[in-house]
């Protein structure tokens, strides 16, 4: 967020993103995308998928997996909609 504050700057004087940056800037793609989801969450045609609203705002996957050896990630994967830019971006990985 802090690059688009310096478009006065030229080009080369341009720090890189940082790693908070990056973060801020997936979990902005993430919420943009789930939009399209609240409509359907709402009607409840996720309910066996137990979805939830983590503390950063971002609707993920339930489930019974909390005793489980894995990461945050992997025990609650973020719900997207299959059809979405960001979704196949991030499947890609």
């Known amino acids: 967020m802090r690059n688009l504050r310096l478009k006065t700057k030229p080009e080369d004087n341009v720090d890189p ?3 908070v940056e990056l973060e801020q800037a997936e979990e ?4 943009t995308a789930q939009k399209e989801l609240h409509k359907r969450v709402k009607n409840k045609e996720f309910n066996m998928l137990s979805p939830f ?30 059809n979405h830019h960001i979704s196949y971006l991030i499947t890609k990985d």
């Open 28 to 31: 902005l793609w993430i919420k």
């Open 53 to 82: 609203t983590d503390d950063k705002g971002i609707l993920r996957v339930g489930g019974r997996v909390d005793k489980a050896i894995v990461t945050y990630d992997s025990k609650h994967p973020v719900l997207l909609p299959k």
């Open 17 to 19: 993103l940082t790693a």
